[in-house]
């Protein structure tokens, strides 16, 4: 079992910053990748960013050039620095791990709330 810790939501200002915490603990040997999702009222949840074991990232292309995924393999934690806020990033997000021995194990924190208001 892996446990994801979500930290850092809240209430920005549009333009504003913030910034997600997402430790990871418990079995993480084999963990492939981590990343955020994000699901507003009335709409199916979606791919923010993730970022894999090999240091690759991936973005949703409504937050590219604003949004930046970064780990801290130390201390097996993966942090998203949201700048630029808009409105419609409000939404609640949940940080994402894949892990793979011998299937593949896909674990989900309880959520944070993200919004964008002025």
């Known amino acids: 079992q892996v446990q994801l810790v979500e930290s850092g939501g809240g209430l920005a200002q549009p333009g504003g910053s913030l910034r997600l915490s997402c430790a990871a603990s418990g079995n993480i040997f084999g963990l492939a990748a981590m990343g955020w999702y994000r699901q507003a009222p009335g709409k199916q949840r979606e791919l923010v960013a993730s970022?894999?074991?090999?240091?690759?990232?991936n973005y949703a292309d409504s937050v590219k050039g604003r949004f930046t995924i970064s780990r801290d393999n130390a201390k097996n934690t993966r942090y998203l620095q949201m700048n630029s806020l808009k409105p419609e990033d409000t939404a609640v997000y949940y940080c994402n791990a894949i892990v793979v021995t011998d299937s593949r194990h896909e674990y989900w924190g309880q959520g944070t709330q993200v919004t964008v208001a002025s």
């Open positions: 970022i894999s074991s090999g240091g690759r990232t």
